[in-house]
């Protein structure tokens, strides 16, 4: 079974400070792997996805993470970030079974952005 | 413009009660799921449903239950046989063939009273 790993449970950065939140996934097969953001009280938001092809992916709001496949990761990445990007951040691997889509999400890591 | 609508946004339960939340899309996705979040635990899966008149358990079903009458509604009863339904609700919609990931409701939140 696929599972996800956010080691981090919670990052402060500075605004204008680039960012890193880490992911590890397990999983047997070529992963889809998703990173999905969540401001509080709200539903999750898709940033960005990775099927295959270029391993550096870009998604919204400047994001961009990079799959690692002898890393088993899939971090997330901005250069600057902005105070507008406090949330929590969620990753994601999506298995295929019997036609279903099914997504095992992380525990996710939640940023604050202080002046 | 397409979307998902949860509500109510938020509920509450006295003990003992059943509940059920309500999950609408127009997006025209043929699989929709359910999933719990609690603090520190992600998002865990309660139920899918792929076809009208389907669905599957997920990983904590029990308390809970669906039905898949139309395309476009999910409902979700939590029954008084779930002894912890205080969490936060979301619903969720997928194209099951394709790599579109997941797109969701701005959640429900249920508080036990």
């Known amino acids: 079974a696929q599972s996800v790993t956010q080691p981090d449970i919670h990052i402060t950065v500075s605004e204008g400070a680039s960012l890193e939140l880490r992911c590890n996934y397990s999983?047997?097969?070529?992963?889809?792997l998703f990173w999905y953001v969540q401001s509080p009280g709200q539903g999750l938001q898709l940033l960005l996805k990775?099927?295959?092809?270029?391993?550096l992916v870009q998604g919204i709001k400047g994001f961009e993470a990079e799959f690692k496949r002898s890393q088993s990761s899939f971090n997330l990445r901005k250069p600057s970030v902005h105070w507008s990007d406090a949330a929590e951040y969620f990753c994601?691997?999506?298995?295929?079974?019997?036609?279903?889509?099914?997504?095992?999400f992380g525990t996710g890591t939640k940023l604050q952005v202080i002046p | 413009d397409g979307g998902i609508t949860q509500s109510p946004k938020y509920l509450f339960r006295k003990e003992g009660q059943n509940v059920t939340l309500s999950c609408e899309q127009n997006?025209?996705?043929?699989?929709m799921y359910w999933y719990r979040q609690d603090p520190g635990q992600g998002l865990r899966l309660i139920y899918y449903?792929?076809?009208?008149?389907?669905?599957q358990k997920g990983d904590i079903a029990e308390g809970y239950s669906v039905s898949r009458e139309k395309k476009e509604s999910f409902p979700l009863t939590v029954t008084s046989a779930q002894k912890n339904p205080t969490a936060f609700y979301l619903c969720?919609?997928?194209?099951?063939?394709?790599?579109?990931?997941?797109?969701f409701g701005s959640g429900t939140r249920l508080t036990v009273v």
């Open positions: 969720a919609t997928s194209r099951p063939s394709t790599n579109y990931g997941y797109t």
């Open positions: 999983y047997g097969a070529t992963p889809y």
């Open positions: 994601a691997v999506v298995a295929y079974s019997g036609g279903y889509q099914k997504v095992t």
């Open positions: 990775y099927f295959s092809g270029d391993t």
């Open positions: 449903s792929q076809i009208v008149n389907d669905f």
């Open positions: 997006l025209n996705h043929d699989a």
